[in-house]
Nanobody
C-alpha cells in the first residue's frame, strides 16, 4: 500500500520562494522515480519536475527550469520541490506522484500513485 502525504502550498507573493514536500507514509524507502505535476484552472495537468529512484537524474519543465529544484531523501522516503522567483503563472494545484519504474518521466502515464494535491496561489 502506498499513501502519499503532501505538505506546503498556500498563498505567496510573486518573487518569493516556496517548498513543497511529499512523503510515502506506507514505505520506509522506494526504488521508484518520483515527480511533481500541476494543474491550473481550465488547463490540463502538466509536468513540473521529476527525479530518479536514487536522485541521480532530474528533469524539469521549461517553464520552471532554473527556478525549481527537486530533491529526495530515500532514508525518509520524501521528495521535495523548491521553487523560487515565483510567478502568477505558477498558480495551480500541485501533485506528487510515484513512477512505475526507477527512472523519472514527464508523462502522466509513467506514474502509478498520486498524492492528494496541494494548492499554490502566487499573488502579483
Amino acid at each position: 500500500q502506498v499513501q502519499l502525504i503532501q505538505s506546503g502550498g498556500g498563498l505567496v507573493q510573486a518573487g518569493t520562494s516556496l517548498t513543497l514536500s511529499c512523503t510515502d507514509s506506507r514505505r520506509s524507502s522506494s526504488n521508484n522515480g518520483m515527480g511533481w505535476f500541476r494543474q491550473a484552472p481550465g488547463k490540463e495537468r502538466e509536468f513540473v519536475a521529476g527525479i530518479s529512484w536514487n536522485g541521480g537524474d532530474t528533469l524539469y519543465a521549461d517553464s520552471v527550469k532554473g527556478r525549481a529544484t527537486i530533491s529526495r531523501d530515500r532514508t525518509k522516503n520524501t521528495v521535495s520541490l523548491q521553487m523560487n522567483s515565483l510567478k502568477p503563472e505558477d498558480t495551480a494545484d500541485y501533485y506528487c506522484a510515484v513512477a512505475l519504474r526507477a527512472s523519472t518521466s514527464s508523462s502522466t502515464t509513467a506514474y502509478r500513485y498520486w498524492g492528494q494535491g496541494t494548492h499554490v496561489t502566487v499573488s502579483s
